[in-house]
Every structure is written in structure tokens, then in C-alpha cells.
């Protein structure tokens, strides 16, 4: 059994990359959301979206330690079946994510609350993760690869940009997307 059957109360989804942007599934909600314990990554090889196996990208996981502002999604319990058969075709293409519960604080700061959301989590024993590479070796592979959900670059920069419009200082990627820029 999955994750996500296990817990008949979870209607939230953790946006944390590329979801934040396009979910692609319905919701009645989205909030502000902050997850403990787990920080976005570009630490996961894409041998699907955003490469190949050729030629791989590099794509956001969840990985261990620290913290994560995302995006929440609340989904209603008759949309629930649908939205998790979505992501799970969407996100566990080559089964490189952990299928997790997590507890996350949703609203504003004044106005939050503790929440269960599934959550994408990196797994660390699979052949697609990468590890903490370093900004050149991000910046050799990210612009040659391209997958079936468009160019790496889009990718990277797509997410950047959102994190700037929610307020989310990313040290490290704002560093790659300044550097994506320069080499276009």
C-alpha cells in the first residue's frame, strides 16, 4: 500500500518545485507552506522531464535536513483519487521520490496551521540521485538537457522566478539562474 492510502485525512499536496508553477490538478486552496526537516534540492538526475538518459537534467527533490517554503494545494476529498493517480504518474515516473505524509504549517504567519500534505521526498538509494553537485557541474549539465516536459533551463528559471514572487531566498539556485542567464 502507498503512502498516500494510508492517511484518509491528508487532502493537501507540498509544492516545492515545478508544482508551485503547475500543478496541474485541481484545487480549492493554495496557501504559503513551510516543511521541517527537509529542504529543496537540486540534487535528482532527470532522465524523463527534463532529460534523458543520455543526456540527463537535474530537477528539485526534497532531501534531508533543514527547511522548505513552498506552496500547499488543498484538495477536496472527491478530487483526491484523481489528483493523486495525476502526481503519481507525474512524479514517480522512474520511482525516484518517496511517496510521504508530512506535517507542514499553512497561511501566514499570523494565520497559520498544522496541516498533513504528501510530499515528494528524494530517495536517496536510487540511481537518479545526485547528490550536492557543484554549481559548475549544475551549470554543464542544466543548458544541453531537455525532456519530454520541455528544456532544463526553462526548468531551473521557472522556478526561480516563483520562488522570487512568493518572497523565497534560494541562495543557491538564484546563483544558478544568474549564471543560466549569463550563458543565454
Not at 503519481?88 to 496541516?115: F, H, K, M, W
Request: with cysteine; proline share 4%; aromatic share 8%.
Amino acid at each position: 500500500m502507498r503512502q498516500a492510502d494510508t492517511v484518509n485525512d491528508t487532502r493537501w499536496v507540498f509544492g516545492y518545485g515545478s508544482l508551485m508553477w503547475r500543478p496541474g490538478f485541481a484545487h480549492t486552496d493554495r496557501q504559503p507552506a513551510h516543511l521541517t526537516g527537509l529542504h529543496r534540492s537540486l540534487c535528482v538526475y532527470s532522465y524523463v522531464h527534463r532529460g534523458t538518459p543520455d543526456r540527463p537534467g537535474l530537477v528539485l527533490g526534497l532531501n534531508h535536513g533543514g527547511a522548505c517554503r513552498g506552496v500547499a494545494f488543498k484538495v477536496t476529498d472527491a478530487d483526491w483519487p484523481d489528483v493523486v493517480a495525476y502526481l503519481r504518474d507525474r512524479e514517480q515516473v522512474t520511482n525516484v521520490y518517496l511517496e510521504r505524509v508530512r506535517p507542514i504549517r499553512v497561511g501566514a504567519d499570523g494565520d497559520s496551521r498544522v496541516v498533513k500534505a504528501l510530499c515528494y521526498v528524494v530517495d536517496r538509494r536510487h540511481e537518479q540521485y545526485a547528490g550536492d553537485l557543484s554549481l559548475e557541474t549544475m551549470l554543464d549539465m542544466i543548458p544541453v538537457s531537455t525532456g519530454r516536459s520541455g528544456p532544463n533551463t526553462e526548468y531551473v528559471l521557472n522556478t526561480v522566478a516563483h520562488l522570487e514572487e512568493i518572497g523565497v531566498a534560494d541562495t543557491k539556485l538564484y546563483a544558478l539562474a544568474r549564471r543560466l542567464r549569463d550563458l543565454s
